[in-house]
């Protein structure tokens, strides 16, 4: 059975950062696509970015330059750094993973998702 557990949320003051963590279990092979995605009460859970398995990492606008994922292929694991958070980057944060060959940051498209981890940024 797959599972995506992570890890890393807490609660930080504006500027700040943290980093997430997605451990994959229960899947040997590595997932052509990984993304982050964030969620915050009564709206829609919106993407955060991207990275293939060939390596292509891909952004929403409102993270570029602040946040970085990462991938480490042998340990199955994927990351998200954070850096000058802001208290609109509040939100529950998931790990969603998918085979296939299209990696877009749509909330359909993935087939395994993780239980989600908060971050809280207070100003």
């Known amino acids: 059975q797959v599972q995506l557990v992570e890890s890393g949320g807490g609660s930080v003051q504006a500027g700040g950062s943290l980093r997430l963590s997605c451990a994959v279990s229960?899947?040997?092979?590595?997932?052509?696509?990984m993304a982050w995605f964030r969620q915050t009460p009564g709206k829609e859970r919106e993407g955060v970015g991207y990275?293939?398995?060939?390596?292509?990492?891909n952004y929403a606008d409102s993270v570029k330059g602040r946040f970085t994922i990462s991938r480490d292929y042998v340990g199955n694991t994927l990351y998200l750094q954070m850096n000058s958070l802001k208290p609109e980057d509040t939100a529950m944060y998931y790990c969603?993973?998918?085979?296939?060959?299209?990696?877009?940051?749509?909330?359909?498209?993935?087939?395994?998702w993780g239980q989600g981890t908060q971050v809280t940024v207070s100003s």
């Open positions: 969603a993973a998918k085979g296939g060959s299209r990696c877009l940051l749509a909330v359909g498209d993935f087939d395994y």
């Open positions: 229960g899947y040997s092979h590595s997932f052509y696509c």
């Open positions: 990275a293939t398995d060939y390596g292509t990492i």
